[in-house]
């Protein structure tokens, strides 16, 4: 009888081992735009949960083109399909999931403040919703501080962003209170989509004398005709990341976007695997900010940058 029992022990032992083993997880995401930043984050995420769960995780990434309304088509398909966690990849695409779900985990990333995004008060670092995520916010007063460290003797910032993301808006508003106390003047040039950045990227040009832009979709995806405007008129630009940068800056406090991507899915496994609650879970920031600096157009526009800048590579 004991032997009998022992079997069936060890039967059902393999059984639940088996089991636990052939569980699978889909995971949705649902990316705003293709730019170098945004690219790089899911990539780092899709790496992060390949090598912990194998084939045992499946992703259906959608890339909305920039257009909010098809993120909320997007993620209403997820959540039609029932997939197990939606990874969303910038501010729009966080917002249509909230409004999608309340029940599926999400976690977001490239989303700057958290609490702008979801209209809410008395932030604690959390949501206490089923929203968690990782913050691509680098530091704005040092953002101000590179600026003043390489432009001193300007007057006018002009501060190029698009009206229709919220987290470009909250970092002008910080950073032009830094450069205000630091004796800048500010002016804000708004464009609505890509449709007219040239015209606005212009209109900067002809009252700045340096331009900064925050991490924002619209401009990372627009960075070749915001060079065509600014090269020839010979303004530099400071950037909120990396990829702006490259484009069309010449120098930028940069997180890497990969990194937090691959930390969005290093919490992903723990909701996932280990029941994390998303509603309790931090918001996670990237670990490193880098100085970098574009050595083509810091070259051609007479720019020298101190010795602890690191060349963007590429």
């Keep these: 009888m004991k032997k009998i029992l022992a079997i069936l022990t060890a039967t059902l032992l393999c059984l639940g081992v088996c089991a636990a083993a052939e569980e699978t997880y889909t995971v949705g995401i649902c990316q705003l735009v293709q730019h170098v930043a945004l690219d790089a984050a899911t990539q780092g995420f899709e790496d992060a949960l390949t090598e912990k769960l194998g084939d045992a995780v499946s992703f259906d990434l959608q890339n909305a083109s920039g257009d909010s309304n098809t993120c909320s088509t997007i993620v209403n398909t997820f959540v039609s399909s029932g997939v197990d966690l939606i990874m969303a990849n910038a501010t729009p695409a966080l917002q249509a999931a909230v409004a999608a779900t309340g029940d599926i985990p999400i976690l977001g990333t490239s989303v700057t403040d958290y609490a702008t995004a979801l209209d809410m008060e008395d932030w604690t670092g959390a949501t206490g919703i089923n929203v968690s995520g990782t913050s691509d916010l680098a530091p704005l007063n040092e953002q101000a501080e590179m600026l003043h460290e390489l432009f001193p003797d300007a007057v006018n910032v002009g501060l190029l962003y698009c009206s229709a993301e919220p987290n470009s808006k ?102 996932l695997v280990n029941g994390a609650d998303t509603s309790t879970l931090p918001i996670g920031f990237a670990p490193n900010v880098t100085k970098e600096y574009n050595a083509e157009l810091c070259a051609l526009l007479g720019i020298e940058v101190p010795a602890d800048y690191v060349a963007i590579e590429g």
Excluded at 195 to 212: E, K, L, T
Excluded at 243 to 271: F, H, K, Q, R
């Design 170 to 271: 909250y970092q002008v508003d910080v950073i032009s209170g830094c450069l205000t106390e630091m004796g800048y003047t500010c002016t804000e040039y708004t464009f609505a989509d890509s449709n007219d950045v040239a015209s606005v990227a212009q209109s900067a040009c002809d009252g700045s004398d340096v331009i900064y832009i925050p991490t924002d979709n619209t401009a990372a995806s627009c960075t070749e005709a915001i060079r065509n405007v600014v090269e020839p008129a010979a303004k530099p630009v400071i950037a909120g990341e990396e990829g702006i940068c490259a484009g069309c800056g010449v120098a930028t406090l940069s997180i890497s976007y990969y990194d937090l991507g691959y930390a969005t899915g290093e919490m992903a496994y723990e909701v």
